[in-house]
Nanobody
């Protein structure tokens, strides 16, 4: 089992920044990638970012490219999502997820483990 705990959410004004953290514990040796998803009430979770655990590859959704970055530190078993120039449409609950799979990283169904989520609200 893998446990994931997110932190770093909060209320921020448009144009501001937040850094989300995801700490992993448990049996993570077979995890291939870590992802971030965003969910708003009544909607499915949308893909935001993914980063490979075993290599340097990563991918961001088109809506956050140029504003968000994703990074990891395997020794610390942690993944971060740096969010800059935040917009109202970035509001939602952000979930960290881990997968043992090697494809379809944009789909939530690929992921085996999920954190509890952290709320991000962008509002003036």
């Amino acid at each position: 089992q893998v446990q994931l705990v997110e932190s770093g959410g909060g209320l921020v004004q448009p144009g501001g920044s937040l850094r989300l953290s995801c700490a992993a514990s448990g049996s993570i040796s077979d995890i291939n990638a870590m992802g971030w998803f965003r969910q708003i009430p009544g909607k499915v979770r949308d893909f935001v970012a993914v980063i490979s655990v075993t290599g340097g590859g990563f991918h961001l959704s088109d809506s956050v490219k140029g504003r968000f970055t994703v990074s990891r530190d395997n020794a610390k078993k942690s993944v971060w999502l740096q969010m800059n120039d935040l917009k109202a449409e970035d509001t939602g609950v952000y979930f960290c997820a881990a997968t043992r799979g090697s494809t379809h990283y944009f789909s939530g169904a690929t992921y085996d483990y999920w954190g509890q989520g952290t709320q991000v609200t962008v509002s003036s």
